[in-house]
């Protein structure tokens, strides 16, 4: 189904690589499968991939995909983004847009 372009088959491979479910763990897989599903418009990847980047030091990215990620209706995503706003490392206007699409995707 992955071959296909199914966004919840890349997410499902993204977590198997992971945690080596099945299938030897490689990151470089994990990224891959999750870069995916998220083009796909599977939320919880756009999140994941905006919790790599934040791991790896890379605020900006992160917030970029928090906020797609958010504007699809996730969560978490707006929870992060109103952290992230008390931290400062997101606007109040861009913090409002993000607040206003995830309203209107749930």
Known sequence: AAELG?????YR???MYRN????E???GKVI???EEAAISGHPTARYDLG??????????????HF???ANL??????KMLMAAYRGGLVSKEELAAALRAHHAAV
């Open 6 to 10: 199914d966004a919840d088959a890349h």
């Open 13 to 15: 491979l993204a977590f």
């Open 20 to 23: 080596g479910h099945v299938v």
């Open 25 to 27: 763990k490689d990151m």
């Open 32 to 34: 891959h499968h999750l």
């Open 51 to 64: 919790c790599e980047e934040w791991n790896d030091g890379n605020a900006e990215r992160a917030m970029r």
């Open 67 to 69: 906020i797609i990620a």
């Open 73 to 78: 209706g996730h969560d978490d995503s707006m």
